[in-house]
């Protein structure tokens, strides 16, 4: 029997609702493009000016959002906010004044010469400006590069990526327009939480608001790249994220949404990995709120950046409810909200790096609707496979303890794995370890098939039965039968004798179906990309645990196949159904 999903509070709807906002790993959308010094400071300072290629001086020079730290009288010479303000000037009131030649400000015109101003006080309180970059580093020298030369380790570089996603939601209300000229286009729509499940940028001089006071040995809490947070800049330093961390981040989604406090999520990660946290999230998150997922292929600020728009989008998406179905809980499952059109969470998937790059898998949907510029939210059909609340393999419908598999006596055999600690949080030391095998013809090395052969295969089983008691393999085979040379298949059978279980897809895009097999210890994987399968199986290992292994992987008794592609049909269902 399935645990029954416990019954929520009735989320208060308003016109205001709440949403909470996950940082993910390298991610473009909460990245920026480095900080470079402004003309302006290197005037100040005597430092070599930024040119143009033939040498001239940069006729605009660098402005970057920036605080004021003391209130300023500011006047804007009238009509130069667009080229064509003079040629309507009768429409206008009268400035507030004029600048003489000296700069004075005068209530009346003087001189025909005299400049129309509007006078602006501005103070602390107003917000973000675009105003020159004067900082420099501390060698006195201009900001050139991320760091303090081309090619700085990560001790004498900067961080381009935000540590959470508030700032670039301040930005997008400071300075994003909407198709009337109005700003504060996410402030307007809803309230936001902002939560660091495995962000892209970290404190490593200290968390905010730390004091020495606050720890007993004296040290100020510091985040480590590479465990706490994941970037790739610089580019020739990157820090990506490991297995543990997929589990931090699920305890860390689940924990937030349990809460009953959001009507939806929002998710932000890097765009050549988002489709698996999607889809991840999709399979294991026991929620009934929609869970929308943005990236951008360019960073903020830069031209033409794509997830600021992404973002506004999926807002949009939460607030106008179209996921949910009669009973009030979401009947899509999580989605990728990018370049104004709504992808299933399992079949969205990068294909180029640049807006518009995402596109479907599996030859047979995943598109499912339209938003933002061409009119309001709007989804052309649900999706018929399992999620979320509905998902067969959720945290809620994970056991505490699973069976996996270890090393005995120069053999494999079952043992207990606990998969939650006691307040039913995954365990990071019990992820499963799910790896890749591709199929190529002309592989094998010679017209021996024999098994031993794929030494790949067969290292990484011995390396599972010392390491990871939940694991398996996807096969990457031809398409869309999935299926791999005589020794790939032969290695993976033995694989599956000692109790890792191998789904079979088609290689790269396929549009077909990997066909059911009965009787067959391999699990066919529907029409799911490999990246897609592995997530899926790192599920069900969780959900349903290891094969019983056999007692000789080469010698496999009819008993002992009948248990373990038994065992199997659990997995076999849910692939055919999530």
Request: aromatic fraction near 8%; charged fraction near 20%; charge should be negative.
């Amino acid at each position: 029997m399935h645990r029954a999903i416990p019954p929520r509070p009735p989320l208060e709807w308003d016109a205001c609702p709440r949403i909470a906002v996950f940082s993910g790993a390298t991610a473009t959308i909460q990245n920026s493009e480095p900080l470079v010094t402004s003309n302006k400071a290197r005037a100040r300072h005597g430092l070599p000016l930024l040119t143009l290629p033939d040498g001239r001086p940069l006729p605009e020079d660098i402005v970057r959002p920036q605080r004021l730290a003391a209130p300023v009288t500011v006047y804007v010479e009238a009509f130069t906010a667009h080229p064509l303000e003079a040629d309507a000037a009768d429409l206008y009131a009268a400035p507030d004044g004029y600048l003489d030649a000296d700069g004075a400000f005068l209530g009346e015109r003087a001189a025909d010469t005299d400049t129309p101003v509007y006078r602006v006080d501005l103070g602390p309180e107003d917000g973000l400006l675009q105003l020159p970059y004067m900082a420099r580093t501390r060698h006195g020298t201009a900001w050139d590069h991320q760091g303090l030369v081309a090619l700085s380790g990560p001790d004498e570089s900067r961080q381009t990526f935000y540590p959470d996603a508030s700032r670039i939601f301040e930005e997008i209300d400071r300075f994003g327009l909407d198709e009337s000229g109005r700003n504060n286009m996410l402030a307007g729509r809803a309230q936001f939480d902002f939560i660091r499940a495995a962000p892209s940028g970290g404190y490593t001089g200290g968390l905010p608001g730390a004091r020495r006071t606050d720890v007993g040995d004296g040290d100020i809490p510091v985040e480590v790249r590479g465990e706490d947070f994941f970037y790739y800049r610089p580019a020739h330093i990157p820090e990506g994220p490991a297995l543990p961390t997929l589990a931090r981040i699920t305890n860390t989604v689940q924990s937030t949404l349990t809460t009953g406090s959001y009507a939806g999520m929002i998710w932000l990660e890097g765009s050549p990995a988002v489709e698996e946290s999607a889809y991840w999230l999709n399979l294991l998150i026991d929620t009934t709120v929609p869970i929308s997922c943005n990236a951008a292929q360019r960073p903020h600020g830069a031209l033409s950046a794509d997830g600021d728009r992404n973002i506004v989008d999926s807002v949009d998406y939460i607030r106008s409810r179209i996921s949910l179905g009669s009973d009030g809980a979401d009947a899509v499952g999580a989605v990728l909200v990018q370049d104004e059109q709504i992808f299933t969470a399992r079949d969205g998937q990068k294909a180029d790096a640049r807006p518009g790059g995402f596109v479907t898998t599996g030859g047979h949907g995943g598109i499912i609707g339209t938003i933002g510029a061409p009119g309001a939210p709007m989804l052309t059909f649900w999706p018929a496979k399992a999620h979320t609340h509905r998902s067969e393999v959720n945290l809620t419908r994970i056991p505490p303890e699973t069976a996996g598999v270890h090393r005995l006596d120069g053999g494999a055999a079952h043992r207990p794995v606990r998969v939650k600690d006691g307040d039913g949080a995954l365990r990071a030391d019990a992820m499963p370890k799910v790896s890749f095998v591709k199929y190529a013809r002309y592989g094998m090395d010679d017209y021996n098939d024999d098994a031993a052969t794929e030494i790949e295969i067969v290292a990484r089983v011995e390396r599972n039965l010392d390491r990871f008691p939940l694991s398996g393999f996807v096969l990457e085979g031809n398409a869309p039968f999935g299926r791999g040379d005589e020794a790939q298949m032969g290695a993976l059978r033995r694989a599956v004798a000692q109790g890792m279980p191998v789904v079979q897809v088609g290689r790269g895009n396929a549009e077909g179906m990997v066909p059911t097999r009965p009787g067959s210890p391999f699990i066919a994987g529907s029409n799911l990309t490999a990246t897609k399968a592995r997530l899926l199986l790192m599920a069900c290992l969780l959900r349903f645990g290891a094969p019983p292994p056999a007692g000789n992987p080469d010698a496999v008794t009819a008993e002992e196949w009948q248990a373990i592609v038994c065992h199997l049909d659990r997995f076999q269902r849910v692939f055919e159904t999530h």
